[in-house]
């Protein structure tokens, strides 16, 4: 808890087993088949890489993929309207409608040290090729793989792996299994010590709006919850 962003840690790991919940109930990783690990140690070097005082600008790309599954897709947001919550300016609203946006907020946040250039990003609807309407358990990180391998085949003149954030956004009825939340982001994968850091981080939504955007994408930036670690997954703010 008292690392710094930055830090760098060698995890000294043994793979374990634990005994499943009575009733059936399976933990994460066994629902998505990954091992688990104990932590044996885990020094840390005590060089600290941060943003600090420099001139360079550091550059978060993101390429925003819009799910389409055969029975159902993201239907509550479109390319266009991906593209604006992100990159939105005043010219591209009406007088006096313009409230933001996060390549905005980050900029100014950063006092320009970050910035989301528009020009590198990319906005793509891909077609999954199978029914959302037979997902069990929410497996967020199979999703991910089979959308970023779409895009691939889709749209040959992208490499996903060029972008920093990759985003998938997902159909929120059914649930698929993936109640009790709209967004969710890995968490510090673009932090300004680590940016442009391509291929590195994902984010996920079952909502769509400027808002949860910058909630997401803040968590890639190293922001966790504002209430700490006792705010746990219902936070909204970080």
């Not at 442009?196 to 909630?215: K, L």
Request: include cysteine; glycine fraction near 12%; hydrophobic fraction near 35%.
């Amino acid at each position: 808890k008292d690392l710094l962003p930055g830090v760098k840690v060698t995890l000294t790991l043994e793979e374990v087993t634990h005994q499943s919940t009575p009733g059936g109930v399976k933990f994460p990783w066994e629902r998505h088949n990954m091992p688990l690990y104990k932590v044996l140690g885990a020094p840390s070097s005590p060089r600290v890489a941060r943003l600090g005082k420099t001139d360079q600008v550091k550059e978060m790309t993101v390429l925003t993929i819009l799910c389409k599954y055969d029975d159902y897709g993201p239907d509550y947001i479109t390319e266009r309207q991906a593209e604006l919550d992100l990159f939105a300016t005043p010219s591209d609203v009406g007088a006096g409608r313009f409230h933001g946006s996060m390549a905005d907020m980050t900029k100014l946040a950063t006092y320009g040290k970050v910035i989301l250039p528009r020009s590198k990003a990319k906005t793509v609807t891909v077609q999954m090729g199978s029914k959302w309407g037979s997902v069990t358990n929410c497996p967020i990180y199979d999703f991910a793989r089979q959308a970023l391998q779409k895009v691939k085949e889709q749209h040959p003149s992208i490499n996903p792996d060029d972008f920093t954030s990759r985003e998938f956004f997902l159909p929120n009825r059914p649930t698929g299994g993936c109640d009790g939340w709209g967004g969710r982001g890995a968490l510090g994968c673009a932090h300004p010590s680590v940016l442009p850091n391509p291929g590195g981080c994902m984010a996920w939504y079952r909502v769509g709006g400027s808002f949860i955007r910058a909630h997401e994408l803040g968590h890639n930036l190293g922001l966790m919850h504002g209430g700490g670690n006792n705010a746990g997954r219902g936070s909204t703010f970080v």
